[in-house]
């Protein structure tokens, strides 16, 4: 049994959505629904696939599983770009009214979000304490 513990990556996705959600109402109070619903979904473009990458990436842990590992890891990466492409693609095409600058411009900023928040979350593996007998 391993004494790591996974590092708490469910933190990303909320953090991502919560962002999303305040970009997108934070511009419908200043600006208009365009404007909000194309923040929207750009950060939920970026939120979505990150957390399908978590999902996959982390479900496996220790040496034991370092084959199961590093398929969750690529098969997280690969299902992440595949539905990023996909829904900036569906986006574009489906949406009719959409401020594609907007779209890009939340996409990114939830895509930092997910960066510094990952580069934030560190975790310290936990040690059996040994008392030293004197």
Do not use: C, W
Not at 81 to 110: H, N, P, Q
Request: proline share 3%; glycine share 8%; hydrophobic share 50%.
């Amino acid at each position: 049994m391993s004494n790591l513990k996974a590092p708490p990556v469910y933190k990303v996705t909320i953090a991502q959505l919560v962002v999303t959600i305040f970009i997108a109402l934070a511009s419908l109070l200043i600006s208009d629904v365009v404007l909000a619903y194309s923040l929207l979904v750009g950060g939920l473009i970026s939120a979505l696939p990150n957390s399908y990458f978590v999902l996959h990436a982390y479900r496996y842990q220790g040496a034991r599983n370092a084959q199961n590992v590093v398929k969750g890891f690529i098969r997280g990466e690969l299902g992440k770009i595949i539905m990023t492409v996909m829904l900036f693609a569906l986006s574009f095409t489906l949406i009719t009214s959409l401020k594609e600058l907007a779209l890009i411009l939340g996409f990114t900023l939830v895509h930092f979000v997910g960066v510094v928040m990952s580069g934030l979350i560190g975790y310290v593996p936990t040690h059996k304490k040994h008392k030293h007998k004197t």
